[in-house]
């Protein structure tokens, strides 16, 4: 589950450290979903004892929840944030899996060292329970060799898991991995096939790199009038190279 707003609590309980909360009192038990309406009801002194009572007891969940607290919260603390991440991430909570590869990918989250190999690790860890956007993450990472030996075979392989679960940004590498012969052989029509995928959830590069297909005659037949209409689509997202391209053909 993604933690999707802001986990806010009053001052009296942003504080704690293995179990102990600071001013609010002690943890609270409670079930899961008691938590969450809680939370819901916005009690949140109260969601958070329970959340804590959980995370303790071991709940993945909970873990994940608490490490968005103190990622996203009003008095931030990266060092606990990382801590129940992991707990979660351990216990094979995907989501969490996902927020440490891409923190140790970074190296700008969670007060953490850039590590590609960890980075890696949670990445695959969270692509092997079928994360869409850690399918492409762990393409890349063996698309540009980070963490791994470069593999453009299994970077294909990863990408286009991804891709087929509708993740725009994958379907446009897959198209250049198409174009390129990179872990596959050249296909310009299989290009065009997740260009256009791409292209239709407004990606400018996959829109410009459809273009020109179009403009060149690959895989499709020429047409440069269609080729303008995919620059100008481009250009209107803020593509350089579309805008460009787009004004040489007005021309």
């Not at 009690?43 to 873990?63: I, M, N, P, T």
Request: glycine share 10%; net charge positive.
């Amino acid at each position: 589950m993604q933690f999707s707003r802001i986990f806010r609590l009053t001052a009296l309980a942003v504080m704690c450290f293995s179990g102990v909360v600071q001013a609010s009192g002690t943890v609270e038990p409670m079930s899961y979903d008691e938590a969450v309406k809680a939370y819901d009801a916005e009690q949140y002194d109260k969601a958070f004892r329970g959340f804590l009572y959980l995370a303790e007891q071991g709940d993945a969940k909970a873990q994940y929840r608490l490490g968005g607290h103190y990622f996203y919260g009003d008095n931030p603390d990266h060092k606990q944030a990382l801590y129940w991440y992991q707990k979660a991430a351990e216990q094979g909570h995907l989501e969490a899996q996902f927020r440490l590869g891409l923190a140790y990918k970074t190296g700008t989250k969670l007060g953490i060292t850039q590590d590609y190999k960890q980075s890696f690790y949670w990445y695959q860890k969270a692509a092997e329970q079928g994360h869409s956007t850690a399918q492409r993450s762990l393409g890349v990472m063996y698309f540009e060799g980070q963490g791994v030996k470069q593999n453009y075979k299994q970077a294909v392989y990863w990408t286009q898991k991804s891709a087929e679960q509708g993740d725009r940004y994958a379907q446009n590498l897959l198209g250049f991995m198409f174009v390129k012969g990179l872990g596959v052989s050249a296909d310009y029509k299989q290009a065009k096939y997740w260009w256009e995928k791409s292209a239709e959830q407004g990606v400018p590069d996959a829109q410009s790199n459809l273009g020109m297909l179009y403009l060149n005659g690959r895989g499709v037949n020429k047409d440069i009038d269609k080729a303008k209409v995919l620059f100008k689509q481009a250009c209107d997202f803020g593509s350089e190279i579309g805008c460009k391209t787009y004004q040489t053909l007005s021309k």
